[in-house]
């Protein structure tokens, strides 16, 4: 198998400095407060129930217990010792995780067939290009037919239409129309230009490098005919070989263009029991949300047997830390749903902990000294015992409007765990306490 961005690593290769926003990998954990952190990318955020339950061993016996849920739809063991390693590693490796694509091209957990082979093409076309020095946080995402995580953020979102064309997103430049055949063709372009600029580059440091005209002449010269993006200066494509492909006309749905380039603060992430559209794969999902988007092995161990004892093969892990079952019948999604209530799992927009959101705090991370974990469950249990009487809660619904009614709870100003509209509660320097700070306040 061959490995796109790195190979493996020893142990003596980890960085043990305090580096923050490293982007860790399976085969290249980073060293946190709590020990390694490893990060085991899925495939459309595929977990087998056999291997929930061995995922579940590992973080057991070789991590802190701690299983957090990912922006893309992954997992990540916490804790891990630098001894056990090399054990995880191979044992996870032997399950099948730690590919290159996996980690490189997400793809929504939702999409079907057609979206699932465009995928596997692509990740064909950069394998096959073996582009040494991507970053490990350059990622192509693939969205679903109806654009379900449109909101997720990549180096390059792809949404693929029924005319036989694609819409592609690429950071800083807007999107473009182009045939489905040239996807691989136009990606692997992208991620040269990258790697050209160093280990840790990514699509805007592409950018900077030279102007969003001649970046786009060089995509469009490596495909053979012209390129358009939205966000390109109407001078920029005046003035150069940069024009419309003439490709086919965008899907008319409403579901199109408006949601791709919509903010994430303009949607709500499914919960509950979703029906989907007639030309999708599976015709109903069960979606759970994961409060705090952090699990224990118990309750990994436990989703496994809900799995295997509805006979499904596999869960999915969304980009909003939820998880999703793939039903055949309406009454089968709802008894996985009733079985996640209890597991702890939120199953309807009632759930007090929905859109509380924290980093890991001064459990895992040495920016701060605040226990970020424990004030958001604090916030979450003062939400279930007074609803709309509490103070978080009615501030939230104040500013439901912009937010969501998402709580943000980070222990610096970096706010890593997320990057959207929130009433948000940041740790102050001197390990005091923390500030509110309301969404129109940032």
């Known amino acids: 198998m061959a490995l796109l961005f790195e190979k493996r690593l020893a142990v003596d290769d980890i960085s043990h400095g305090r580096r923050t926003g490293l982007c860790p990998t399976l085969t290249l954990p980073s ?7 490893m990060r085991i990318s899925l495939v459309g955020g595929a977990v087998g129930a056999v291997e929930c339950g061995l995922i579940a ?6 991590g802190n217990g701690m299983i957090e849920l990912t922006n893309r739809g992954n997992l990540q063991l916490r804790g891990i010792g630098e001894a056990n390693v090399s054990e995880v590693v191979d044992e996870l490796v032997r399950l099948g995780f730690g590919t290159d694509g996996a980690r490189t091209v997400t793809i929504s957990p939702f999409a079907g067939s057609v979206e699932r082979q465009a995928r596997n093409e692509i990740v064909a076309a950069l394998d096959l290009a073996g582009y040494a020095g991507l970053s490990n946080k350059f990622v192509v995402h693939i969205d679903d037919s109806a654009g379900r995580t449109a909101s997720q953020r990549g180096d390059i979102v792809v949404r693929l239409r029924r005319t036989g064309t694609a819409t592609v997103r690429l950071d800083h430049l807007g ?3 182009l ?6 063709g136009l990606i692997t372009a992208v991620a040269a230009r990258c790697a050209d600029h160093g280990r840790r580059s990514r699509l805007g440091d592409a950018l900077a490098a030279s102007t969003p005209r001649q970046f786009v002449a060089e995509l469009a010269s490596a495909l053979g005919h012209p390129l358009r993006f939205t966000q390109l200066p109407e001078s920029d494509v005046a003035s150069s070989d940069v024009a419309s492909s003439g490709a086919a006309a965008a899907d008319p749905s409403p579901s199109a263009v408006a949601v791709i380039a919509g903010p994430a603060t303009a949607r709500l992430d499914p919960i509950g029991v979703l029906a989907m559209r007639r030309t999708d794969d599976a015709p109903f999902f069960a979606i759970a949300s994961v409060p705090l988007g952090r699990l224990d092995p118990t309750t990994l161990r436990r989703l496994g047997v809900l799995c295997a004892d509805h006979a499904i093969a596999e869960m999915r892990l969304t980009p909003w830390k ?6 055949a019948t309406e009454g089968q999604a709802t008894d996985l749903l009733v079985g996640a209530a209890q597991l702890g799992l939120a199953i309807d927009r009632s759930h007090p902990s929905l859109g509380v959101v924290a980093c890991i705090g001064a459990t895992g991370c040495w920016q701060t000294e605040l226990d970020t974990l424990s004030t958001a469950r604090a916030i979450i249990a003062e939400r279930s015992a007074h609803g709309l009487r509490s103070t978080v809660a009615a501030t939230v619904t104040a500013a439901s409007p912009t937010t969501n009614g998402t709580v943000h709870v980070s222990g610096c100003d970096k706010s890593c765990a997320f990057s959207g509209a929130a009433v948000t509660f940041v740790g ?3 390990a005091s306490g923390f500030e509110r700070i309301d969404a129109g306040d940032r």
């Open 179 to 184: 045939p489905v055949d040239d996807l691989a």
């Open 428 to 430: 102050r320097n001197d």
């Open 322 to 327: 939820a998880i999703a079952f793939a039903c």
């Open 175 to 177: 999107e473009a129309e």
């Open 31 to 37: 060293s946190q407060r709590d020990g390694l952190l």
């Open 57 to 62: 061993d590992l973080a057991e016996r070789h």
